[in-house]
T-cell receptor, first 110, second 115 residues
């Protein structure tokens, strides 16, 4: 069964810290991997999409890496800010099927 | 472009009532999807439509039906709502299915409570 796991489930850090969110997947035959942000009671905001042939993608303070062979992806957030507080979801594409992890709840304290 | 739109935004139903959730996209996408999100969980696929005229079951289809009305619109129907269907429902669309680059774009969600 294709499963996506995110660790940790919740994370609280002081403002300014660099942090890493982890995502692992059981089936390495992926098409793409995408990281989303979700604010409480809101929809999904796409952060980064990594194609299966890529190793990483960067957008501003965010960097996502992909290691298909080990079944892992990381989302690196540099110089965290209180506005980064949200739930971060990792999702893996298997053809037309998108499998989500349960998310990491991030709180950045000012 | 509005992207993916969903109506209604909020809905409260009584057990046994029926309702239809509407979804529309203006990106000329071929594929559309319905997901549900329960507290502390990621999104789970209910049904999808790879192209106009086709629909297929996802991971959690029981209690739901769908209609791909045309290329733009994909509706989700609850025939007899149950408290277990209390959830947030998201619609998504993508250019096509089965491609190596096939990003899905999500609507804002419908928050449904069944009493």
């Amino acid at each position: 069964k294709q499963e996506v796991t995110q660790i940790p489930a919740a994370l609280s850090v002081p403002e300014g810290e660099n942090l890493v969110l982890n995502c692992s997947f059981t089936d390495s035959a992926i098409y793409n991997l995408q990281w989303f942000r979700q604010d409480p009671g809101k929809g999904l905001t796409s952060l980064l999409l990594i194609q299966s042939s890529q190793r990483e993608q960067t957008s501003g303070r965010l960097n996502a890496s992909l290691d298909k062979s080990s079944g892992r992806s990381t989302l690196y957030i540099a110089a965290s800010q209180p506005g980064d507080s949200a739930t971060y979801l990792c999702a893996v594409y298997y053809g037309n099927k998108l499998v989500f992890g349960a998310g990491t709840i991030l709180r950045v304290k000012s | 472009n509005a992207g993916v739109t969903q109506t209604p935004k909020f809905q409260v139903l009584k057990t046994g009532q029926s309702m239809t959730l509407q979804c529309a996209q203006d990106m000329n996408h071929n594929s559309m999807y319905w997901y549900r999100q329960d507290p502390g969980m990621g999104l789970r696929l209910i049904y999808y439509s790879a192209s106009e005229g086709t629909t297929d079951k996802g991971e959690v289809p029981n209690g739901y039906n769908v209609s791909r009305l045309n290329k733009r619109e994909f509706s989700l129907r609850l025939e007899s709502a149950a408290p277990s269907q209390t959830s947030v429902y998201f619609c998504a669309s993508s250019r096509a299915s089965g491609l190596s680059y096939n990003e899905q774009f999500f609507g804002p969600g419908t928050r449904l409570t069944v009493l």
